[in-house]
């Protein structure tokens, strides 16, 4: 389904615990990116990767982190600092150069009670 | 910052009318500009893209258009079905540098039987 995964697609979790969002793609991109979603707003990134072994700050990195060991792979662990983690969370992936399309997966709705 | 504004927030439109909905960039750098369309609880998808060597491009129903002076893109939806409903979102990003694109606060689209 369009090359690129997110598991799993519901996460349910307790405040003050970490959490890590997995998100794969086998269309060989180079670049990857992480979005929330909240209910009835817009898209804003998290953190984005442009190459393997590099990764860069989005608009609302705070709280988040990332990891890009692997070309096919870019795992999102929200940690218990971010203050408001219920979120649908979306995962894209595209080739190298910002004139391209990005691929998003099916999103994992996270909810912390 | 970099941003960009989409307009209107929502739209409701009659079966078989038009829908007009309006972007404008701030980056003047930005040469890349895709349109996704997010289906309730869906992943978004790329419906149609422009790029900025072009004023405008046709695909069936949907056409863009893009005026790089002031900076303006614009998504045209003819004979509306009540399947266009949907959150529509526009883009834009630049071909080098980093890959990521801004992405407008999205557009509720309401087509009414």
Known sequence: DGGITQSPKYLFRKEGQNVTLSCEQNLNHDAMYWYRQDPGQGLRLIYYSQIVNDFQKGDIAEGYSVSREKKESFPLTVTSAQKNPTAFYLCASSMAGGSHEQYFGPGTRLTVT | ?113
């Not at chain 2, 972007?23 to 040469?31: L, Q």
């Not at chain 2, 266009?84 to 990521?100: E, H, L, P």
């Open chain 2, 1 to 113: 910052g970099e941003n960009v504004e989409q307009h209107p927030s929502t739209l409701s439109v009659q079966e078989g009318d038009s829908a007009v909905i309006k972007c404008t960039y701030s980056d003047s750098a930005s040469n890349y500009f895709p349109w996704y369309k997010q289906e309730l609880g869906k992943r978004p998808q790329l419906i149609i893209d422009i790029r900025s060597n072009v004023g405008e491009k046709k695909d069936q129903r949907i056409a863009v258009t893009l005026n790089k002076t002031a900076k303006h893109f614009s998504l045209h939806i003819t004979e509306t079905q009540p399947e266009d409903s949907a959150v529509y979102f526009c883009a834009a990003s630049r071909a080098s540098g980093t890959y990521k694109y801004i992405f407008g606060t999205g557009t509720r689209l309401k087509v009414l039987a």
